[in-house]
């Protein structure tokens, strides 16, 4: 297993079109994770799956924005009528029961 | 007040310098403590996790917390240009279901 992988690796698109992203998490952690990263800041938490259920929703996730993971393995983020306020580093991680986060290599959205 | 502060730098050191990165934090209820060095256009890469208290070495890293003073440390011996990059703390209270917090970021640059 590679690690965390996430795709598209970069995304432009217009403001007002939709978007999804796909984490492919590491196959024996049954966390994961959805955060957002804007220029100069520290990753921000979005969500939280344990297997396939969502168990936490930041409410920085606005209702144009919603996640699934399907059988609990990848998972998908999508954005609704995206703003340029949204262009930011979509980022996704996984962890076992107990243990740090591994990170993706995020998708960089750029809503123009 | 944010929950996690930490001085965003940057830190320039020479070669061969010992480096000290650290964060002060508000949440009493953190318990879990890590550090992420993150390079431009890439996903945070975990360094160190912690369990509450106490000190944690892994070759040139060490990490402090102090739980009484809620201030946590990450030193570097030995730095390389290899090292330059930012540094990333996290927390979190309940092992991972809550979500991270995480500081802005550090940015080190080692001089050779």
């Known amino acids: 297993d590679t690690g965390v992988s996430q795709n598209p690796r970069h995304k432009i698109t217009k403001r007002g079109q939709n978007v999804t992203f796909r984490c492919d998490p590491i196959?024996?952690?049954?966390?994961l994770y959805w955060y957002r990263q804007t220029l100069g800041q520290g990753p921000e938490f979005l969500t939280y799956f344990q297997n396939e259920a969502q168990l936490e929703k930041s409410r920085l996730l606005s209702d144009r924005f919603s996640a699934e993971r399907p059988k609990g393995s990848f998972s998908t983020l999508e954005i609704q009528r995206t703003e340029q306020g949204d262009s930011a580093m979509y980022l996704c991680?996984?962890?076992?029961?107990?243990?740090?986060?591994?990170f993706g290599s995020g998708t960089r959205l750029t809503v123009v | 007040q944010k929950e996690v502060e930490q001085d965003p730098g940057p830190l320039s050191v020479p070669e061969g310098a010992i480096v000290s990165l650290n964060c002060t934090y508000s949440?009493?209820?953190?318990?879990?403590f890590m550090w992420y060095r993150q390079y431009s256009r890439k996903g945070p890469e975990l360094l160190m996790y912690?369990?509450?208290?106490g000190n944690k070495e892994d070759g040139r890293f060490t990490a402090q917390v102090d739980k009484s003073s809620k201030y946590i440390s990450l030193f570097i011996r030995d730095s390389q240009p290899s090292d330059s990059a930012t540094y990333l703390c996290?927390?979190?209270?309940?092992?991972?279901?809550?979500?991270?917090?995480f500081g802005k970021g550090t940015h080190l640059i080692i001089q050779p």
């Open positions: 196959s024996e952690h049954n966390r």
């Open positions: 991680a996984s962890s076992p029961p107990f243990g740090g986060y591994t």
């Open positions: 996290a927390m979190s209270a309940g092992g991972g279901a809550d979500g991270l917090t």
């Open positions: 949440n009493s209820a953190f318990q879990y």
């Open positions: 912690t369990y509450s208290s």
